[in-house]
């Protein structure tokens, strides 16, 4: 990836000229069925510059409490795309179409007219759960009907195409705009898209610009993605297999569902336990193994190219350490 990265022709991606990220961004956009795609330099961004598109200033957005658009971006919807937030109870990707349905708004004085739903896949603070395709046409005919968008926050999208075996452009038929994100699993340093139509796309470009996303020799972060989606997709599998075999583990202490886990997130509930998820993740560290504190009672384990069989030998002898010691 590296070498790769230093033998990429580049140019000024602000005046469109920069020939690897102009591939890059061609061939995401062919992959998810769509006419066009922007690099962004994070997933946070590409979210909310798609946000802009299918929401104006004062529009609604409707999406689940703990999505990430809502949870983890600082207020962006709001404070840069002047845009109001409606959510469902947290529910992960457990999707009820018809509760959806029931909080769309129709355009009329004086209600706030819902203008788009968000959706996450797969969903991170549901454990990396994938949310099915016919949960996901459902959501589609509904957002048709209802002549709203439908944005997908895909930052994990890749996880839930090896996990369920759903063409990449399946989903891009579903959705109006799209996130993904190079480095969630693929293993690029930098690097998430906005994928959509070539006019929503043009007008990407400028809330870009106007975000501080405009950057000059981008090739050379867009040539570890174009390495990542040719050699980093199928190798998925490979995370997923050692998520289940570290759940299976801590199973046994009663803090994993391992029906539950289906890609590369291992969440762990610790509320049996007197262990907050901080405590948890503080005395990981301690033994060299990191793990992320989500809520006080949730941690999150992730499975990623860079744990092998040992470094997955070494989580499960310090993790299961830790619960038994607590137990």
């Known amino acids: 990836m590296r070498q790769a990265m230093a033998a990429a022709p580049v140019g000024d991606d602000v ?3 920069d020939p690897t990220v102009n591939a890059l961004e061609a061939r995401v956009a062919a992959m998810f069925g769509h006419e066009a795609a922007l690099f962004a330099p994070s997933g946070s961004m590409a979210n909310q510059i798609a946000l802009q598109l299918v929401v104006p200033p004062a529009g609604e957005l409707l999406a689940g409490a703990d999505a990430h658009v ?20 947290a529910v992960g990707a457990a999707l009820d179409v018809s509760s959806i349905a029931a909080m769309i708004r129709p355009t009329g004085y004086p209600s706030l007219a ?16 994938v949310i099915p395709l016919p ?12 002549g709203i968008s439908l944005h997908c926050d895909g930052a994990r999208i890749w996880h839930a195409h090896v996990a369920d075996g759903v063409p990449l452009a399946e989903y891009g038929s579903l959705f109006d705009t799209l996130s993904v994100c190079l480095s969630k699993g693929l293993g690029a340093p ?3 898209l906005v994928i959509g139509s070539a006019a929503d796309i043009a007008r990407a470009r400028v809330i870009r610009k106007r975000m501080g996303g405009g950057m000059r020799q981008v ?27 570290l759940a299976a583990e801590l199973a046994k202490f009663g803090v994993v569902d391992p029906s539950a886990v289906r890609t590369n997130l291992v969440p762990v509930d610790l509320s049996g336990l007197d262990l907050d998820a901080p405590a948890f993740a503080a005395l990981a560290a301690e ?18 190219l860079d744990i092998d069989d040992n470094a997955l030998d070494q989580a499960i002898t310090v993790l299961t350490g830790i619960l038994a010691e607590r137990s």
């Open 70 to 89: 809502v949870t983890y971006e600082l207020g962006a919807a709001a404070a840069l795309g002047g845009i109001s937030t409606r959510t469902w109870p």
């Open 219 to 245: 090739g050379i972060l867009a040539a570890a993605g174009d390495h990542a989606l040719t050699h980093h997709i199928e190798r998925l599998a490979d995370d997923h297999a050692r998520a289940r075999t």
């Open 15 to 17: 005046f469109g000229d």
């Open 287 to 304: 033994r060299d193994v990191h793990i992320a504190a989500m809520l006080p009672k949730l941690a999150r384990i992730v499975l990623h």
């Open 114 to 129: 819902t203008r788009a739903v968000a959706v996450e896949q797969t969903h991170n603070l549901g454990g990396g759960a």
């Open 190 to 192: 930098v690097g998430s």
């Open 135 to 146: 949960v996901l046409r459902s959501l589609r005919a509904l957002a048709d009907e209802s």
